[in-house]
């Protein structure tokens, strides 16, 4: 991952962001393999519903583009995915060729993603073992990145507590993990991240060092977003933390 010195990696959700070039781009791209996925009818899971989809929201779409587009992975590296069974960002990474873990408790999504897998002849491994219990595997090695989309919100402390703990030590040194989550006072999950003191406290649990700038940054923007049945007024924050 190249850092940039005119870029604010550690921030909440703006539609502007898209007009960075790199985004623009990922976000292109992301797209484009959407509609292949689709027409090839093969379903992949957004907020864990697996489906034959044509799109990805747009708020969606700012998680996986502005994340993956500064990470910037190539072919070959080493990826953990943390809770994204069966999802975009998942086969898009397998299929430009690199090395992906996909752990998802989700039964049903881990058996898609290995089908998935065998199909294309992807080095792709869904696995539900559970990483807010158990550590990572010996013979999974060390990771280059790890990645996790959405998940952290809905883990009680000591659940992410031990899992961000884990995800830290299957990092290789120099590794990055990208973290998107829940952000704003109404987000409406009870273990969303309301404030910069939740972000402060994230990164001390972890034990990784921000990328970038050191500063959360709160655009301040909120949007009406559908959880489940209701509405909220929240946004999306995005984190990239590196192992010394």
């Known amino acids: 991952m190249e850092v940039r010195d005119d870029v604010v990696y550690n921030k909440t959700m703006d539609r502007d962001d898209f007009l960075e070039p790199p985004v623009r781009s990922m976000k292109k791209k992301l797209s484009r393999y959407s509609r292949e996925l689709f027409f090839k009818q093969t379903p992949f899971a957004v907020n864990g519903f697996l489906r034959k ?3 990805v929201r747009w708020y969606k779409m700012w998680e996986y583009a502005r994340s993956l587009a500064y990470l910037d992975i190539k072919p070959g590296e080493k990826v953990l995915d943390f809770g994204g069974g069966a999802t975009l960002p998942v086969f898009w990474l397998a299929g430009k060729g690199c090395e992906v873990v996909s752990a998802d408790i989700n039964e049903k999504l881990a058996e898609h993603t290995n089908v998935v897998a065998k199909k294309n002849g992807w080095k792709l491994k869904g696995t539900t073992i559970n990483l807010c219990e158990s550590t990572v595997p010996a013979e999974w090695g060390s990771f280059d990145y790890v990645i996790s989309f959405c998940t952290i919100e809905h883990l009680e402390e000591k659940s992410l ?3 961000l703990k884990r995800l830290a030590g299957a990092l290789a040194d120099g590794g990055i993990m990208a973290l998107t989550f829940y952000y704003g006072e109404e987000a409406p999950t009870e273990n969303s991240l309301r404030n910069s003191s939740d972000i402060r406290k994230l990164v001390k649990i972890s034990g990784l060092e921000v990328v970038g700038n050191k500063d959360f940054i709160d655009a301040g923007i909120r949007f ?8 909220f007024y929240y946004t999306f924050g995005s984190l990239f933390l590196k192992k010394r």
């Open 53 to 55: 989809r044509y799109y």
């Open 224 to 231: 009406k977003l559908k959880n489940r049945k209701e509405y």
């Open 161 to 163: 507590q031990f899992a």
